[in-house]
C-alpha cells in the first residue's frame, strides 16, 4: 500500500483513533515533507514521503501481528451485537486497522491466538496442506491411556461421520482428570470436544499453547496481548514457505 489518506495512515500508525488525529491535523501539527498539512484527507505516499508529528517521524506499518492470551468468556470473532470479541479487548489504533483472529476457539477455551490483518499468512497457517500443528493443553475427565493415544494417532471418527487427520496426544498424567497435550493439524469445530466424546470422555479444560513456531508467551494473563516480534513474524513464515 504506497497511497493512503493522512489520517488513516496516522491511525493505522498508532498514533491515536482517525478522531484524535484529525484533530492532531487540524491543529497544523502534522507535517508532510516539512509542510504543515491541514486537510485529513490529504493523498501520501507511505514509500516516499516524510511525515511528522511534531518532532516525532511517523513509521507505517500496514501489517500487524498480535498475540492474544484469550480469555474465556470471549468470542472469537471480529464483531457480534451480544457478545464480547477478542477485538474488543484491543486499543483503537490497533481495532482502526481491521485485524481478525487466524482461527477460532471456543468461548471456554484459553490460550493464544493470533490476531492480524495479513490475510495470505493467516491463510497459509489455516491451509491443511501446510500441515501447521496446533498445541494444546487439556484437562480430560476420565483415564486417558494408550488406546486412546493409538485412536489419535489414526483418526476418529466423529458423530457426523467426518473421520480426522491423525493428531497426536501425549499424556502427561493419567487419573480421574487426565492431564495431555494434543497435537492438530486441523480445526474442525469444538473438534478435541468431539474427539474425546467419541472415546467416551468428556473434556473439562483446554488452552492452546502453540501454533506453528509461535508459542504463547506465558507472561501474557489471560485477555492481555502483545504485538510479535519481527523474529517471531519472521519464524512463522519461513515455517510456512517450506
Known amino acids: 500500500m504506497a497511497k493512503i489518506?493522512?489520517?488513516?495512515?496516522?491511525?493505522?500508525?498508532?498514533?491515536?483513533?482517525?478522531?484524535?488525529?484529525?484533530?492532531?491535523?487540524?491543529?497544523?501539527?502534522?507535517?508532510?515533507?516539512?509542510?504543515?498539512?491541514?486537510?485529513?484527507?490529504?493523498?501520501?505516499?507511505?514509500?516516499?514521503?516524510?511525515?511528522?508529528?511534531?518532532?516525532?517521524?511517523?513509521?507505517?506499518?500496514?501489517?500487524?501481528?498480535?498475540?492474544?492470551?484469550?480469555?474465556?468468556?470471549?468470542?472469537?470473532?471480529?464483531?457480534?451485537?451480544?457478545?464480547?470479541?477478542?477485538?474488543?479487548?484491543?486499543p483503537p489504533e490497533l481495532t482502526a486497522v481491521d485485524p481478525f483472529p487466524v482461527g477460532r476457539l471456543d468461548k471456554d477455551t484459553e490460550g493464544l491466538l493470533l490476531i492480524t490483518n495479513d490475510g495470505e499468512l493467516a491463510h497459509q497457517l489455516?491451509?491443511?496442506?501446510?500441515?501447521?500443528?496446533?498445541?494444546?493443553?487439556?484437562?480430560?475427565?476420565?483415564?486417558?491411556?494408550?488406546?486412546?493415544?493409538?485412536?489419535?494417532?489414526?483418526?476418529?471418527?466423529?458423530?457426523?461421520?467426518?473421520?480426522?487427520?491423525?493428531?497426536?496426544?501425549e499424556i502427561l498424567r493419567a487419573a480421574d482428570v487426565s492431564e495431555v497435550y494434543v497435537y492438530l493439524k486441523e480445526g474442525k469445530y469444538h473438534q478435541i470436544k468431539r474427539m474425546f466424546k467419541a472415546l467416551g470422555k468428556k473434556v473439562l479444560y483446554l488452552k492452546r499453547l502453540a501454533m506453528g513456531s509461535l508459542v504463547l508467551d506465558e507472561r501474557l494473563k489471560p485477555g492481555e496481548w502483545r504485538e510479535l516480534t519481527e523474529e517471531e513474524v519472521s519464524s512463522l513464515k519461513t515455517s510456512i514457505s517450506r
Open 5 to 90: 489518506r493522512l489520517d488513516k495512515l496516522l491511525a493505522h500508525s498508532g498514533i491515536g483513533t482517525r478522531k484524535q488525529v484529525k484533530k492532531f491535523i487540524r491543529k497544523g501539527l502534522v507535517t508532510v515533507n516539512g509542510k504543515a498539512v491541514r486537510d485529513a484527507g490529504t493523498i501520501v505516499d507511505t514509500k516516499h514521503d516524510e511525515i511528522f508529528i511534531g518532532n516525532e517521524k511517523v513509521k507505517y506499518r500496514d501489517l500487524i501481528y498480535i498475540m492474544m492470551n484469550k480469555p474465556k468468556g470471549v468470542i472469537t470473532s471480529t464483531y457480534d451485537p451480544a457478545e464480547r470479541t477478542v477485538i474488543d479487548l484491543l
Open 126 to 169: 489455516l491451509s491443511p496442506k501446510k500441515n501447521v500443528v496446533k498445541k494444546y493443553y487439556a484437562q480430560i475427565q476420565g483415564i486417558v491411556d494408550e488406546n486412546d493415544v493409538k485412536a489419535f494417532k489414526e483418526g476418529i471418527i466423529l458423530e457426523d461421520g467426518y473421520k480426522t487427520l491423525p493428531a497426536g496426544l
